[in-house]
């Protein structure tokens, strides 16, 4: 890890971190800390070339309240996602918690364990709102 910030704050070898970084976060989703990291050196240490990658990884990361500027195939299957996800909910979710609303839906008991900003809390009050309003 120390030799790729090294090489991220050189400027050296950024087109092939990034890419690995890119398919990594497109293949496994935002879960691993050292993707993260190493994106916060590319945004801190090489914000010009950063900017050219930024919507696309925001849009591959499932961040899809901002308008972001895809420039890759798989940016643009997390928009088409992402377009399915507001015509089928009517509201802006992630990918996360897409998948949590249909496994509440789908199962009488659900239990699942997510890091803190994901979005847990926000999607209870939803469901909890809407069956409420089911109700009265």
Same mark, same amino acid.
């Given at each position: 890890m120390?030799?790729?910030?090294?090489?991220?704050?050189?400027?050296?070898?950024?087109?092939?971190?990034?890419?690995?970084?890119?398919?990594?976060?497109?293949?496994?989703?935002?879960?691993?800390?050292?993707?993260?990291e190493?994106?916060?050196?590319?945004?801190?240490?090489?914000?010009?070339?950063?900017?050219?990658?930024?919507?696309?990884?925001?849009?591959?990361?499932?961040?899809?309240y901002?308008?972001?500027?895809?420039?890759?195939?798989e940016?643009?299957?997390?928009?088409?996602?992402?377009?399915?996800?507001?015509?089928?909910?009517?509201?802006?979710?992630?990918?996360?918690? +897409?998948?949590?609303?249909?496994?509440?839906?789908?199962?009488?008991?659900?239990?699942?364990?997510?890091?803190?900003? +994901?979005?847990?809390?926000?999607?209870?009050?939803?469901?909890?709102?809407?069956?409420?309003?089911?109700?009265?």
């Amino acid at each position: 890890m120390d030799n790729i910030i090294e090489k991220i704050v050189k400027g050296e070898e950024l087109e092939k971190i990034i890419e690995e970084v890119r398919r990594k976060i497109y293949v496994n989703g935002p879960i691993n800390i050292e993707n993260m990291e190493i994106l916060s050196y590319f945004k801190q240490y090489q914000p010009d070339f950063f900017s050219k990658y930024e919507g696309d990884i925001l849009e591959r990361m499932g961040i899809f309240y901002k308008n972001n500027k895809i420039n890759s195939l798989e940016g643009l299957l997390m928009s088409n996602y992402r377009k399915s996800i507001i015509e089928k909910y009517n509201r802006y979710y992630t990918p996360v918690q +897409t998948n949590m609303i249909n496994n509440i839906i789908l199962n009488k008991n659900f239990s699942f364990s997510a890091p803190t900003s +994901t979005g847990k809390s926000y999607i209870f009050r939803i469901l909890l709102k809407t069956k409420v309003e089911m109700i009265l």
